[in-house]
């Protein structure tokens, strides 16, 4: 069986700080995980994936996750946040050997000007 | 490239009465193809999905069915619809491979009377 945990309902950060959107994950096998960001009344957009290989993905919009297999994580991350990446974001994992995704519950983002 | 339509956008409609949604993919051939339902702007449940014409597979028993009569086009069905089909439904389509993200359409915004 496969889930993701996105442990905060909400994130709140000024613009031009640091963004942080945390997520965990459990899988049987080798995960493969991904970040969609959704706009109010839009369908999701993919950001990123990660795969193998390198811990740290870069993907869309300036945006960034790091892959922690000792702690079962994959963050999200962006240096410097805009007001326009106010947003729900959703964590994703699919084990290896589904093609099913299984999504986290979301997490609020909302960066004050 | 690839896009994925959805519509209508926003439908009303009285209990009892029959659905049908429609999704069509552009761009790529063969897709997987899913139906999910998001309550309350927050958590996505995967309904149905298909990795071929004709080929369905539920996941959540329920008022609600799925046809792929083309290999780029997915259904969404109700003969009768109760109160608690409310919700926003969203189309995505994948590559095969597990590895592949989803990519979803703008969803339709459906409200029981």
């Known amino acids: 069986a496969q889930s993701v945990a996105q442990p905060e309902d909400q994130v709140n950060v000024a613009e031009g700080n640091p963004l942080t959107v945390k997520c965990t994950y459990s899988?049987?096998?080798?995960?493969?995980l991904f970040w969609y960001v959704q706009y109010p009344n839009r369908g999701l957009q993919f950001l990123l994936k990660?795969?193998?290989?390198?811990?740290l993905v870069k993907g869309s919009y300036g945006f960034e996750a790091e892959f922690n297999k000792s702690q079962t994580s994959f963050h999200l991350k962006k240096p410097s946040a805009l007001v326009s990446d106010s947003a729900l974001y959703f964590c994703a994992v699919r084990d290896g050997g589904d093609y099913k995704l299984s999504f986290g519950a979301g997490t609020t983002v909302t960066v004050r000007a | 490239s690839q896009t994925i339509h959805q519509w209508p956008a926003t439908l009303v409609q009285p209990v009892g009465s029959p659905l049908s949604l429609e999704c069509t993919v552009e761009g790529t051939s063969n897709p997987n193809l899913y139906w999910y339902r998001q309550a309350a702007g927050r958590g996505l449940q995967l309904l149905f999905y298909s990795v071929g014409i004709g080929q369905i597979s539920s996941e959540v028993p329920q008022n609600l069915s799925a046809s792929r009569p083309q290999d780029r086009q997915f259904i969404l069905s109700s003969k009768k619809l109760l109160l608690s089909d409310s919700g926003f439904y969203l189309c995505?389509?994948?590559?095969?491979?597990?590895?592949?993200?989803?990519?979803f359409g703008d969803g339709t915004r459906l409200s029981i009377l």
């Open positions: 990660y795969i193998t290989g390198d811990n």
């Open positions: 995505a389509w994948s590559t095969q491979g597990a590895n592949q993200p989803q990519h």
């Open positions: 899988v049987s096998g080798n995960p493969y």
